[in-house]
């Protein structure tokens, strides 16, 4: 038996991340939770007729306690999202205070569950989560994962351009790093099947896997960024987790996570000098289980874009990090 909790379920992400849920043979219960409109999300989603057995809770009378005892696993897309003109770090202020309050309640009603950090910035709320957990003495490693699976759906997409496949998800191309700007970084050098990129075309393709996601911000002109295919995206990597975590072998995702608690991991976090760092990793009953190092077979524009990335990356961690050390 699955029980799976989406927070901030009422949001533009989490209604059709919830009804993705719902409609999943692998999922048998479903718990809404948002600070609005879950009883309403969940009437409607409860007339679908599919496997999960769906609630809808809001803060008040315990309801994230209700929500969240018994989750295997919590997938948290709570969180205001960017307008044009905003980094993805301008959501900082608002967010680092929403995922930390959520992470408390993970770490009090369900600390073993497998926990999905969607809201943004990732690069600062996985460690922002991360810390929250350690405080809590119920950080497992394994069981906190960055969704960095838009980078990977917009990069077997956007090569689709070239290759000319019918479907692009059968092109596995790993993106690692972290999800902001520069600090994503396609790697279409160890694309399975090879891709050929025209010399010409690479810069503007690396660029689009890099900011596709101001690409829908404009596109929505003050609406929000991307929902449907991060709900896609999200929904994408929990199955497969919860395929992995059924005894399904061979699943391996790019994920953030935190590096010097995964096996294999260590080598990564000591090369280059992020602990937190999006990779492939293979994923088992156990969540986390391996980290592949992809950083040995890269080109050298590739590794120029890794270097840029690790600069990023480290000051966006070390915020996460210090908003839970030592609060504002
Ligand atoms: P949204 O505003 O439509 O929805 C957010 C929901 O969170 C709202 O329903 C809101 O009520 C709820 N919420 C706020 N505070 C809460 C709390 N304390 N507890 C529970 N729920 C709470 O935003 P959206 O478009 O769904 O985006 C959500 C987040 O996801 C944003 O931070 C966005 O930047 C991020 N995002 C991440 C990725 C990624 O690739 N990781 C992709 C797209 C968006
Ligand atoms: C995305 O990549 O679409 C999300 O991180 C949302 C955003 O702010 O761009």
Redesign the pocket.
Known sequence: MVKAVV??A?????QPLSLLCKASPLIDELAL?????TPGVAADLSHISSIAKISGYLPKDDGMKHALTGADICII??????KPGMT?DD?FKI?AG?VQ??IKGIAEFCPNSFILV???P?NSTVPIAAETLKQAGVFNPKKLFG??T??VVRAETFVQDITGERDPSKTVIPVIGG?SGETIVPLFSQAKPTVEIPQDKYDDLVHRVQFG?DEVVKAKDGA????LS?AY?GFRFAERLLKASKGESGIVEPTFVYLPGIDGGDAIAKETGCDYFSVPVELGQSGAEKATNPLGNVTEKEKQLIEAAIKGLKGNIEKGVEFVKNPP
């Open positions: 927070l901030g009422s949001g533009g992400i989490g939770y948002d600070v609005v409109n897309p709570a969180g205001i999202p960017r993805r959501l967010n929403i309050g959520l969607i809201s943004n990732v969704v960095t838009l980078d999800h996601g929000g960024s991307a929902t991060m995206a």
